[in-house]
């Protein structure tokens, strides 16, 4: 059974059911944790105590009175996957027992532990193995949910009930334990007593920060590419991504628009050359691109003999490589109907050639693409420069522009604007993108040229390429360009990713 959740991206899908999760205590605050995280896909867990289910847990549950806790989770989890591994220890955790156990095969601590030794030991021998830990508190007679709060200990008031466990972590040197805890003040010191909503709430943030400091750990060895588009000038992303080839720079995913996607593809696939000859060497052949081309089919770039004839024929594309490449491609296209960009993973290049086609499809040189019912156009329309979206599932960006330096996007040109707003009356929201698209590319633009995160290769000169350039001379050294800027650019890319395997 994979994980449902796909928002914390194809990489965490894979990992999750292979990372091991222990929890100390089976607390009712524990087991809500438990239940959360055999939802969201986790697989692997060492489980430790010895409590049984009361008869409220029994209810919600469904297990028999008396039943161990550890018992009940083996049977659930066993019944979703029977693959899933549970180690289980039915025993109280005391500081001695812990002293046995060997914590560097787990991935994660859910210390619940009710003796202040206990968990004091159980975070001192985490920390030696390099294992995150999260500690839960007692939280009795507290009905406030929005009290509820996950920070470092250090950063906690001191209260009555945790100054001696405080001082007993600072005395053995440790740092850096997140802590689970109420801010609120009890209703009652007469008596312990819990009230299960906020046990569940307290379930459901654990599993969340788990989750998203295992995401913060992915992230922080992703490294994602983005390339802009721009019709001809694509050639200089071609070389590029050919000196990537030569010196096995390789990233874990790729936001291209355009002219960019096409050269991904080629780079996925791993033909160096072929990005760069699948653009310039059908030059001059009318059904290649022309304006034949376009009033025949609509399409200025023939669409049958671009995404069929060269891939399958002229040029063959290595479709096995590309589609067995972990690296995914992320064409970006603009949906005419709502004015929005939306990023169309390739996995099948034999089928989603479609998604290139689309994201190149320029307006008013091309027919609306239909997939799946939807309609799109060219991605440079909403998102020219996709690093927003690149950077959500990584911790750095490198990006290709094929505009130099200086470059300002102006407003679109009045004539063209006005025949666009004939052709496309039907979308109101597409036009509106169409407008505001200068004012979205300078304000990407300018976050790039800021952003720690982002290492940008870009023309180094200026040499005037039409968006529809035919001179093959001028392509070839503008694609000589990209790749000497790629090489120029190499120490120092080196230096951003920190990466010595390059």
Not at 203 to 228: C, P, Q, S, T, Y
Request: net charge positive; with cysteine.
């Amino acid at each position: 059974m994979e994980p449902k959740n796909n928002l914390l991206g194809s990489q965490a899908i894979k990992e999750i059911p292979r990372k091991h999760i222990a929890i100390i205590g089976m607390t009712e605050v524990a087991c809500y944790a438990l239940s959360a995280l055999i939802e969201e896909g986790f697989r692997k867990f060492t489980l430790i105590g010895e409590q049984t289910f009361d008869p409220k847990e029994c209810r919600w549950y469904g297990f028999e009175r008396k039943t161990k806790k550890t018992e009940g989770f083996k049977r659930r989890l066993s019944a979703l996957d029977s693959q899933a591994e549970l180690t289980v220890y039915d025993w109280n955790p005391t500081a001695e027992k812990l002293l046995e156990i060997d914590v560097s095969k787990w991935d994660y601590v859910l210390d619940c532990c009710e003796d202040m030794l206990a968990r004091t030991t159980l975070i001192l021998k985490a920390k030696e193995a390099g294992v995150c830990v999260l500690s839960v508190l007692d939280f009795y007679n507290c009905a406030q949910i929005s009290a509820l709060q996950i920070k470092d200990f250090t950063k906690i008031p001191s209260a009555s009930q945790n100054k001696e466990w405080f001082s007993l972590l600072r005395k053995n040197g440790i740092q850096n334990v997140k802590v689970l805890y109420s801010s609120e003040n009890p209703i009652s010191t007469d008596q312990k007593e819990r009230f299960s909503f906020v046990d569940m709430a307290a379930g459901a943030m654990i599993a969340r920060e788990i989750l998203l400091d295992f995401r913060k750990r992915w992230l922080a060895h992703r490294v994602n590419l983005v390339l802009e588009g721009g019709g001809m000038k694509g050639v200089y992303t071609a070389g590029v991504l050919d000196f990537f080839l030569d010196h096995f720079v390789e990233f874990d995913e790729i936001y291209a628009v355009s002219a960019g996607a096409c050269t991904a593809c080629s780079f996925i696939s791993k033909q160096k050359g072929r990005g760069y000859h699948s653009m310039v060497d059908y030059l001059g052949n009318p059904n290649y691109a022309s304006k034949r081309s376009l009033t025949k089919t609509g399409n200025y770039f023939n669409k049958d003999f671009v995404y069929n004839k060269i891939p399958n024929e002229l040029l063959p594309f290595d479709y096995q490589t590309a589609n067995q490449n972990p690296t995914k491609l992320y064409a970006t296209v603009t949906n005419v109907e709502t004015g929005s960009a939306e990023y169309l993973k390739c996995e099948d290049y034999y089928i989603h050639t479609e998604y290139v086609c689309a994201s190149s499809s320029l307006p008013l040189l091309s027919e609306i693409q239909f997939i799946d019912e939807k309609g799109y156009l060219d991605g440079g329309i909403v998102d020219s420069i996709p690093f927003e979206e690149a950077r959500k599932n990584a911790a750095k960006c490198v990006v290709v522009l094929t505009k130099p330096a200086g470059y300002v996007c102006k407003k679109q040109n009045a004539i063209l604007l006005q025949a666009m707003k004939l052709k496309y009356k039907k979308y109101p929201k597409f036009l509106q993108a169409i407008q505001n698209r200068h004012i979205v590319y300078n304000r990407t633009l300018s976050c790039i040229e800021k952003s720690k995160d982002a290492f940008t290769i870009r023309p180094s000169k200026n040499l005037e390429i039409d968006r529809l350039e035919t001179n093959k001379n001028k392509l070839k050294a503008l694609y000589r360009l990209g790749y000497q800027d790629a090489s120029d650019s190499f120490e120092a890319l080196k230096n951003f990713l920190n990466d010595s395997d390059f």
